[in-house]
């Protein structure tokens, strides 16, 4: 099984800054893509960012200049920094691992969430 772990939600007042980080562990070879989406209250789930593991990065527009994606392949982790965040940054941040290499092939996991909430 491959799980992915986040950590480093909570609450915070707009302008200041967050710091996600997400875990990968299990019995697997490789991650190709981890990512960060999230969903607020009765919104559709949306990327938010992702980077390869070469380090190749794509950003939502809404947080460009403002979050920054960042992994250590060692340690199969990915992190967000969120700096200057909004109200509207308010959701349920969700890591993501595509094309994760296993015995079985590749696979696709979530992480469970992490609440972020930005106050005003």
């Known amino acids: 099984q491959v799980q992915l772990v986040e950590s480093g939600g909570g609450l915070v007042q707009a302008g200041g800054s967050l710091r996600l980080s997400c875990a990968a562990s299990g019995r697997f070879f490789s991650i190709n893509v981890m990512g960060w989406y999230r969903q607020a209250p009765g919104k559709q789930r949306e990327l938010v960012a992702r980077?390869?593991?070469?380090?190749?990065?794509n950003y939502a527009d809404s947080v460009k200049g403002r979050f920054t994606i960042s992994r250590d392949n060692a340690k199969n982790t990915v992190y967000l920094q969120m700096n200057s965040l909004k109200p509207e940054d308010t959701a349920v941040y969700y890591c993501h691992g595509d094309r994760v290499r296993t015995y079985s092939g590749l696979l696709e996991r979530w992480g469970q969430g992490t609440l972020v909430t930005v106050s005003s």
């Open positions: 980077i390869t593991s070469g380090g190749s990065t």
